[in-house]
């Protein structure tokens, strides 16, 4: 079975820009979960989404929104890009309420 | 609030050292888990501890979830240059939620041959 897949792996953008970052869960899963890893704040939640619905929402300015499609793939968008938004997000994918999480490569997002 | 406190952030130890990252919350977890992060990778998951004082074991790598459910620790015995990486915990949201989790700061082992 395919692990999560996370495209593109490496994205450059300048301050202003909107990036949309697309993430595969395993087959079967429905929830898809987004995280923000950079040094300084450590893996933070960013939303997640079960059944095209979004569940639960972090602690992030609505720049950063977010999709479920009916195929549980999943799409986050970040408008207006500033530069501390630079930061490796990464997608996760789950079974089971509060169970483990199976995490994507995650795609590794620069802002100059 | 729902935090989680991690400590050490770093440890240095040459191979064969044994290995200990604790991790505590001042209100009660529903379950703990635990993830390995290799450099320039991406978390993987280790394990979930649900019951009070529960203790489980993976070839070296031991986990216990404190009486209270209120701390954790990792204890890898006789490390190797493949324990090398970020190790965290997470506490769940509970509830409704599949995927929120509230994740420690890490714990950053390096391994020295």
């Known amino acids: 079975k395919a692990g999560v897949t996370q495209t593109p792996r490496y994205l450059i953008k300048t301050r202003g820009q909107q990036v949309t970052l697309s993430c595969s869960p395993i087959?079967?899963?429905?929830?898809v979960s987004w995280y923000q890893q950079t040094p300084g704040q450590g893996l933070q939640f960013l939303f997640e989404y079960f059944s095209e619905t979004q569940r639960n929402k972090g602690n992030f300015p609505g720049r950063f929104s977010g999709r479920q499609f009916s195929n549980s793939r999943s799409e986050m968008n970040v408008s207006t890009l500033e530069l501390g938004d630079s930061a490796l997000y990464l997608c996760a994918s789950s079974l089971e309420q509060n169970e483990k999480l199976f995490f994507g490569s995650g795609t590794q997002l620069s802002v100059l | 609030g729902q935090q989680v406190m991690q400590i050490p952030q770093y440890q240095h130890v040459q191979e064969g050292e044994d290995f200990t990252t604790y991790c505590n919350s001042s209100?009660?977890?529903?379950?703990i888990q635990w993830y390995k992060q290799r450099p320039g990778g991406h978390p993987v998951f280790l394990i979930q501890?649900?019951?009070?004082?529960e203790v489980k074991k993976q070839k070296r790598l031991t986990f216990q979830f404190g009486e209270a459910k209120k701390n954790s620790s990792l204890h890898i015995t006789a490390t190797q240059t493949t324990d090398v990486g970020t190790y965290f915990c997470a506490r769940a949201a509970g509830g409704t939620s599949y995927g929120k989790l509230t994740f420690g700061q890490g714990t950053i082992l390096t391994v020295h041959p």
């Open positions: 501890l649900v019951k009070s004082g």
């Open positions: 087959s079967g899963h429905r929830s």
């Open positions: 209100t009660t977890l529903s379950n």
